[in-house]
Nanobody
Framework: QVLLVESGGGSVQAGGSLRLSCAASTSYYSSSCLGWYRQRPGEQREFVSSIDRYGGTTYTDSAEGRFTTSRDNAKNILYLQMNSLKPEDTALYYC?????????????????WGQGTQVTVSA
């Protein structure tokens, strides 16, 4: 089984920064595709970023230039560094892992979710 645990959420003022972490317990972490998603109240969960086994990344337009995702394969931890935060970034943030080799497209069809961590950005 795969277990993902997010942490690092909190409440910040607009323009501030947070770093989210996702600790993974799995034997195939090093070859995995990893992603971050977020969900605002009353809205569908949306893609934020991904990172493949080689370190290649993708970002949604709203995150590009402000967010950076990375992975520590020695510790099985996925990160999302969020800078210049805006009120519209307020959401519950989830990490997701899939063993499928096609990244990030595979995240839309398979994988395991973490429990989520809340990010709140005030004006």
């Amino acid at each position: 089984q795969v277990l993902l645990v997010e942490s690092g959420g909190g409440s910040v003022q607009a323009g501030g920064s947070l770093r989210l972490s996702c600790a993974a317990s799995t034997s195939y972490y090093s070859s995995s595709c990893l992603g971050w998603y977020r969900q605002r109240p009353g809205e569908q969960r949306e893609f934020v970023s991904s990172i493949d086994r080689y370190g290649g990344t993708t970002y949604t337009d709203s995150a590009e230039g402000r967010f950076t995702t990375s992975r520590d394969n020695a510790k099985n931890i996925l990160y999302l560094q969020m800078n210049s935060l805006k009120p519209e970034d307020t959401a519950l943030y989830y990490c997701k892992l899939t063993s499928n080799s096609r990244c990030p497209s595979a995240l839309a069809f398979s994988g395991t979710w973490g429990q989520g961590t809340q990010v709140t950005v005030s004006a």
